[in-house]
């Protein structure tokens, strides 16, 4: 699955172990999803979500079919307590209902269309077979893809989905991505993750940030939680205090036309154990030029688009 995977064992090490015949055996899988995070990741968001609807079991076919490396999907948690993907905090973009997730049970929410919306808003990509589709939980895309698959999950919106980070952990749990290697939990609430690692401090973390220039003055940028400074004023030891938890960082790279970090950015991130994932890029040119820049993902709607500049 893990395409890109390189194992970067120091040569000597992997000489003698392999010389040995032990090979690799006694790398952890959690500790091999580590290293896989040191190559490059294609990080299928909302999965190929630009030729199907999002969160959508279409999408996430697609996005394993053709190899993503990471199923990027967004948990809330229904009035019921059931977990499923849906990004928006209001449902009335991508179905055919109103409202919040956690106002509604799940078998309210699995009576709505989450596809027709696609092909009004999409009419190249539209496809009659998306009519009808229906909310996702978590439990059926582990149930489709099990362990075949890697799945990186933020905890959407945490104050107005009480109860998610237990749920989530739970099921986690239950179907093994755990200690498998099969989980990254990202979110932009810092409390969020520390929540998350506090019920299993093994589940690899990734702190999303948001950089746009403060209202105050607009030459500086800032973060949207405050969990780091700026771009330009940021320090290792702002670095060192998310590396402390996250195994990575996700962020932006556009505010409204304007890049908001640098290779300088990614380069201090690195040398502080963090790896950088973009999100969400789409074009070709823009990806590539993000992989000149050394990043170690992107998220985008089109890991078709991505996967080709990998090869
Ligand atoms: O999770 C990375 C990226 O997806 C964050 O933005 O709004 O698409 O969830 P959003
Ligand atoms: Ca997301």
Do not use: C
């Not at 849906?86 to 956690?102: L, V």
């Not at 030029?289 to 090869?311: A, H, I, Q, S």
């Amino acid at each position: 699955m893990q395409r890109h995977a390189i194992v970067s064992l120091p040569l000597g090490l992997l000489a003698g172990a392999l010389a040995s015949g032990s090979a690799l055996a006694d790398i952890t899988p959690l500790e091999q999803q580590l290293k896989d995070l040191e190559s490059f990741q294609v990080i299928a968001h909302r999965g190929a979500s630009g030729h199907a609807p999002e969160s959508s079991m279409a999408a996430l076919e697609l996005a394993r079919e053709w190899g993503a490396d990471y199923l990027e999907l967004d948990v809330q948690i229904t009035s019921d307590g059931e977990l499923v993907a849906f990004h928006d905090d209001d449902i009335s973009r991508t179905s055919n209902g109103e409202g919040s997730i956690n106002e509604h049970t799940l078998a309210e929410l699995k009576a709505l269309d989450t596809g027709a919306w696609f092909n009004d808003a999409y009419p190249d990509q539209a496809d009659e077979a998306f009519e009808g589709t229906q909310i996702l939980k978590l439990d059926e895309v582990f149930e489709r893809f099990g362990h075949d698959a890697r799945y990186y999950l933020e905890t959407k919106s945490p104050q107005l989905n009480p109860g998610l980070e237990e749920a989530l952990v739970a099921m986690l749990e239950k179907y093994d991505m755990i200690e498998s290697g099969h989980v990254l939990i990202q979110s932009f609430e810092q409390d969020s993750l520390l929540k998350v690692h506090a019920l299993n401090e093994n589940v690899p973390l990734i702190q999303l940030v948001w950089y746009y220039p403060s209202d105050d003055d607009t030459s500086r940028l800032v973060e949207w939680t405050g969990v780091t400074p700026g771009p330009e004023e940021i320090t290792d030891k702002d670095f060192q205090k998310v590396a402390d938890y996250a195994a990575g960082i996700g962020t932006n790279f556009i505010y409204e036309g304007e890049q908001v970090i640098d290779d300088d950015f990614i380069r201090q991130a690195n040398e502080n154990d963090l790896r950088v994932h973009v999100y969400t890029i789409n074009e070709t040119d823009e990806m590539g030029r993000l992989m000149e820049m050394g990043v170690n993902g992107l998220f985008t709607n089109y890991p078709d688009r991505l996967l080709e500049l990998t090869k």
